[in-house]
């Protein structure tokens, strides 16, 4: 069980806004080191202001996670400021909805790259740095949490891209508590899935490559947009909320970490869905009116 934060460095991607943010804010409270990463160069000066006001020491970078080479470059950074980092939060992550078959190679090659290849990169450069720190320190002790979501559990329509990438976060980390296991007691890992819950992924499309920001959004994509502004912003549960229960997690090493527990019934359908090789449940049933209008929108183009 990790009881002691203080002085301990984390690495947090996606930090400028959302779970990120929030992590970062209770990483400055518990007396952290904090290494804020993100795209965005006006978020990131925001967030950096704020942990430096409240007394963190911070390493500030501007990285698309999705980079091999930028991100290498930050986990070099990361060693000559402070060392091997204790907390690595692969939080970075982008939206995409639409019909399935509407998606570009650029749509998939953007949400794949930040969604997927920008944990694999945190997981691949910072995990050897965490394992050198544990064999030559046995005091140390570290956790990486990786930000899926119930997408990344479940199916929903109209938001194939996301799902896939999300699914793809859950299974890397799986098997990197597997992993883990298997070489050291000194770390371990955990992954985020939160339901709807207000961040900035909603308008993830502020970050999108140059090319992709030109190109006309098909009305699939329009209508996905809008239930996932919706939904989002109507969430009960914040980002505080959660990045509280992240930080309880890694406390108590419990690997799966959700925002909305009752969503879990419908991972069951699914489940046995899949063991009773039946076939998916409508993700609609106890709301029928939405499916009703999710079909009415696409059908009415």
């Known amino acids: 069980m990790i009881t002691d934060f203080k002085n301990k460095t984390a690495v947090l991607t996606g930090a400028g806004s959302g779970f990120g943010l929030e992590c970062a804010r209770i990483g ?19 967030a950096t ?4 006001a409240a007394g963190a020491p911070v390493l500030a970078q501007k990285v698309d996670v999705s980079n091999a080479d930028q991100m290498q470059a ?18 970075a992550g982008v939206g995409s909805g639409g019909l399935i078959w509407e998606n570009t190679v650029a749509d998939w090659e953007w949400v794949l790259g930040v969604n997927i290849m920008g944990v694999a990169h945190g997981v691949r450069l ?25 997408a990344g559990l479940l199916n929903a329509p109209n938001m194939g891209v996301y799902n896939v990438s999300k699914h793809a976060v859950v299974a890397l980390t799986e098997t990197l508590y597997q992993d883990l296991s298997l070489v050291t007691t000194q770390i371990s890992a955990s992954v985020l899935c939160p339901f709807f819950v207000s961040t ?3 308008h993830s499309y502020r970050n999108r490559p140059g090319e992709l920001a030109a190109g006309k959004a098909t009305q699939s994509q329009r209508i996905g947009q ?19 229960k992240v930080f309880d997690a890694m406390a108590a090493n419990q690997f799966y ?9 419908s991972v069951q359908t699914r489940m046995e869905d899949v063991m009773l090789a039946r076939n998916p ?19 009415a183009g």
């Open 126 to 150: 910072f995990t050897p740095m965490m394992l050198e720190a544990a064999k030559t320190d046995p005091a140390y002790q570290g956790h990486i949490v990786n930000t899926a979501s119930m």
């Open 257 to 265: 970490i959700y925002s909305h527990p009752k969503a879990i019934r």
């Open 281 to 299: 449940t409508d993700p609609f049933i106890d709301k029928p009116e939405i499916g009703q209008q999710l079909r009415s929108a696409l059908q």
């Open 49 to 52: 202001a704020e942990m430096q």
């Open 200 to 202: 900035g992924i909603s």
């Open 226 to 244: 809008a239930m996932s502004e919706k939904a989002v912003g109507s969430g009960k549960v914040s980002a505080a909320d959660v990045a509280q």
């Open 74 to 91: 930050l986990a070099s950074a990361v060693q000559q400021r402070f060392g091997a980092p204790h907390f690595v939060f692969n939080n």
């Open 28 to 46: 400055a409270k518990l007396g952290m080191n904090l290494v804020l990463v993100d795209v965005q160069q006006d978020a990131l000066d925001a």
